[in-house]
């Protein structure tokens, strides 16, 4: 099986995407051969800053707890999400500029910790490349730190926690830009949360319906988000300097950003819901119709 | 052409950014020298250089114009709102704001968008939406400005079109990857951010040829057919590229890309099948590729390298290289 790597620098780095698909080898996608680490840590790029949130060691350290957590718990690997998107996203402090940079994703999952991407999407006999080296709704560690950065509420981490929790938001919510919207990614949270929408039929509907009717409905009219400030996210990432490593049993708290305001978050949930209920949901009967 | 269930607003609405302002940390906002905005390429080019700070946040004040049938129009529309849109996909940021209106009539509006630098990577879209309350329904878009403008946190010159990143470097003696190259002149890389040609030093004299930007007219005349010759190459790469790697939606329609390989494929297309719009080609393109329509993936590549040196320049740059042998040849014999 792929294994931890056996050079480990101090710091992450960056691996462009043109260096990177020399070390994607059948090998390391069928979790047989590990990373040629050494030869990978030579043509890499440093970070742009020498900040103590470029450590590795603590990277290295969560992706094994959040293995270890699973193996304790008696959890499939697909429940790692829920567990590691927060406390990734707490424990690097990006900005979505430097979170934008696929070499320093490519590094993450090549570099730090190739046997966590093999033990969390090893299906049937191969690992798709692109959980290695991929866009970000794709690749292994920049699903989640997204997942985490799109659905937190301001500093509050337990709307990702539902997210991650279910597969079909990761797989169809996350590669949708009107989710960018951030009332629009807490009402779509909230319904999961309250089990309006619970099957991956009932996922798929529901974003499509949202998706249509973003079209032609203004969502930032209807449920307007508060001005976006970047004060509280760069002290945020200041305090990295000396923040303790991430709880393993709380949640951490993000940047004290303002949450989404609730009015806008409340009139999308209803008005989501109704759409919602008038979706063709795939395979569900139309019983309202037949009456 | 797409059908709405309920009244849009025909004719356009026009807008620009008329100004920014930059502020770096702790210090006043400063003016962006209006060199720095085109209103023919619709760039805002925030990019960092020496008389800018090094700023942590923008403003841009926008003003926008509506058609007179949008605040008269009785009851069709009511409570008519203009908001801009700046987003960026790379960075899954996403910003609006509402304009106000300057004087009583509503006609003009002016509004400021404020955006972070730490939020962007590259290059961020601006759009204006018009929406009202359409028969009791709050915040219909009853239309679009067909003007979209580019915010560049990269570049520093406003323009549409980017240079293509050539940089020159030893193949033999540098990254191992390109060390299997080393008997090529260039190669094209196409995974980066942006497009780029790595022209290879350790071949014998083509530094001298691509580096410089003197020499006499036949190395002037060459070195013109090079580059262009690079370029196509490009084309055709990122083409490729872009192609190979597309979103495909669950009822099989694929998705323009995100970012250049998106501008490349549009900007494209239209040569490679003259007669569709950007959507339906894509569509052939993809079928093409996968084997399943009854044009081949091979029928499609002349079009691809008939489009790829169209953009690169190649029959004009190509004849006018004729035309200066000529005239170089006649030298000689005179």
């Known amino acids: ?93 990006l900005t979505r500029r430097e979170a934008a940079d696929p070499g320093f994703w490519n590094y993450l999952s090549l570099g ?64 949708m830009s009107v989710i960018n919207h951030r009332p629009t990614a807490q009402a779509i949270v909230r319904l999961v949360a309250k089990s309006v929408i619970t099957t991956g039929r009932e996922v798929n509907a529901l974003m499509g319906a949202v998706n249509a009717s973003a079209a032609t409905l203004m969502y930032d009219v209807i449920a307007p988000d508060v001005e976006r400030e970047s004060r509280p996210l760069l002290d945020w990432i200041a305090e990295a300097e000396y923040a303790r490593q991430v709880s393993r049993q709380e949640l951490p708290t993000g940047p004290e950003e303002e949450p989404a305001p609730e009015l806008s978050v409340s009139a999308l949930v209803d008005y989501f819901s109704d759409l919602f209920a008038d979706a063709p949901v795939r395979g569900r009967e139309d019983l309202e119709g037949t009456a | 052409m797409k059908v709405y269930p309920y009244r849009r607003l025909t004719g356009n609405v026009s807008w620009r950014v008329v100004s920014a302002q930059l502020k770096a940390e702790g210090e006043p906002w400063e003016d962006v020298e209006s060199k720095y905005l085109s209103t023919i390429e619709r760039v805002v080019a925030l990019g960092p250089n020496d008389d800018r700070p090094d700023w942590v946040q923008a403003r841009l004040r926008l003003r926008a114009e509506l058609p007179a049938k949008a605040v008269n129009s009785g009851d069709t529309w009511q409570d008519v709102r203009v908001v801009a849109v700046l987003t960026e996909r790379a960075t899954n940021t996403r910003t609006a704001v509402e304009l106000s209106p300057v004087a009583a009539d509503g006609r003009e509006l002016t509004g400021e968008l404020y955006l972070h630098r730490c939020d962007l990577l590259d290059r961020a879209t601006l759009a204006v939406h018009v929406v009202a309350t359409v028969d009791g329904v709050r915040g219909r878009v009853i239309s679009t400005s067909d003007v979209e403008w580019f915010v560049d946190v990269i570049e520093t010159a406003p323009s549409l079109a980017r240079e293509l990143d050539v940089k020159l470097l030893g193949f033999d003696s540098g990254a191992s990857r390109l060390r299997r190259f080393k008997d090529s002149p260039w190669v094209v890389d196409t995974t980066g951010r942006l497009p780029a040609v790595r ?59 995100h970012g250049w390989q998106g501008e490349v494929l549009r900007a494209m297309l239209p040569d490679v099948y003259p007669d569709r719009d950007p959507e339906d080609a894509l569509r052939e393109v993809h079928a093409a590729r996968m084997g399943s329509s009854a044009a081949g993936w091979g029928e499609l590549q002349p079009r691809i390298h008939f489009a790829a040196s169209k953009r690169a320049g190649v029959p004009r740059t190509l004849s006018t290289t004729i035309r200066d042998l000529e005239r170089l040849t006649q030298g000689d014999d005179a």
């Open chain 1, 1 to 93: 099986m792929t294994d931890r790597p056996s050079h480990l620098p101090e710091r992450l780095a960056l691996l462009p995407n043109a260096e990177a698909a020399e070390f994607l080898t059948e090998g390391l996608l069928t979790g047989r051969e590990d990373v040629q680490s050494l030869k990978l840590n030579r043509v890499t790029e440093p970070l742009p800053h020498t900040d103590r949130r470029g450590e590795l060691l603590p990277v290295r350290d969560l992706a094994e707890d959040a293995m270890a957590y699973c193996r304790a718990g008696g959890l499939k690997a697909t429940q790692a999400d829920a567990w590691l998107a927060p406390r990734l996203h707490a424990a690097l402090r």
């Open chain 1, 112 to 175: 730090v910790a190739p046997d966590y991407v093999i033990w969390r999407h090893l299906s049937d006999t191969k690992v798709a490349a692109d959980r290695f080296r991929g866009q970000y709704h794709k690749q292994s560690f920049a699903r989640l730190w997204w997942a985490a950065e799109l659905f937190r509420d301001g500093s509050d981490y337990s709307p990702v926690v539902t997210a991650c929790a279910n597969q079909d938001i990761m797989n169809t919510a996350l590669r």
């Open chain 2, 199 to 257: 022209v290879n030093t350790d071949f014998d004299g083509l530094e001298g040829l691509m580096g410089g930007d003197g020499g006499n007219g036949a190395e002037k005349t060459v070195r013109e057919l090079l580059l262009t010759q690079m370029c196509s190459d490009v084309w055709t790469a990122v083409f490729h590229s872009a192609v190979g790697d597309l979103e495909i939606e669950e009822d099989g329609t694929p998705l323009f890309p």
